[in-house]
Every structure is written in structure tokens, then in C-alpha cells.
């Protein structure tokens, strides 16, 4: 993806995050919905953002949590689907972008996945994220 795209999907995700937080917090990579379960599950960082744009499972996996992750990604797809056919990128692209941006979105101690695909823990330094991130 070039840099002109890349800087344009930037612009793109970040006016979509703030469309969905003005429409009542669609789930988006950095306003997904903080139901308790989800805020619960993220602060004990059994999930945690994916290079991808989707929400993972990071150690055990259980039932409620797979519920849980399924019905966020859903809604993240479908923003995903609309954001990126106005932009004219591809579903994928759109979301490496978003994932880029909820992934530097990330607080300390939460938990993200690092470009070799390992979960790590966010620190006070900087994420470590994708080349092809902005």
C-alpha cells in the first residue's frame, strides 16, 4: 500500500472512529462498546487488539469470551465494510489501518499483538506495530 493510501486510510479510520462515537460508540477498534464484560476482559488482558483490526483471545479461551470477542469483530467488520468502500481501499486494508490505530490506541497494560504475532503487554514505550502502519 502506498503512502498517499496509507495516509488516506489513516484520515479515514480516524473520521469513522469519530462518526461512531458521535452515533452512540459503534464498535470500533478504540470505541468498541465497554460493556462490563468486555471492559473486564480487556483490563485482565484476556483479550486484546490484533494487528488485523479484530479483537483476540489472548491466553485461555471460554465460551463467554468467544461470544464476547465474535459480537465485537461482527460490528467491527460491518464498519470496517461501509468505511472502506467510501474510501475506495479494500476491506483488508481498511482494517490493517484500524488495527494499526487501535493498536497504538492501546493503554499500559493492556494486551496487543506485535508484528511476529506474539500478545504483548503495553508498557509506557511505544506499541510495537507493523511496518506498514502510518
Known sequence: MGEFMTK??????????????????????????????????????QVGEKMDGYLGIVGEETAELRRLVNDINI???AVYSQRAQATNATLEEYALTAGCQAILATTPGE????????????????????????
Open 8 to 45: 488516506r486510510l489513516t484520515r479515514a479510520v480516524l473520521s469513522g472512529a469519530a462518526i461512531a462515537v458521535a452515533v452512540g460508540g459503534l464498535a470500533t477498534p478504540a470505541f468498541a462498546q465497554r460493556d462490563p464484560a468486555y471492559a473486564a476482559a480487556r483490563s485482565a488482558g
Open 75 to 77: 460490528k467491527r467488520r
Open 111 to 134: 494486551r496487543y499483538q506485535a508484528p511476529d504475532g506474539s500478545w504483548q503487554t503495553r508498557t509506557n514505550a511505544p506499541p510495537k506495530r507493523d511496518s506498514r502502519c502510518p
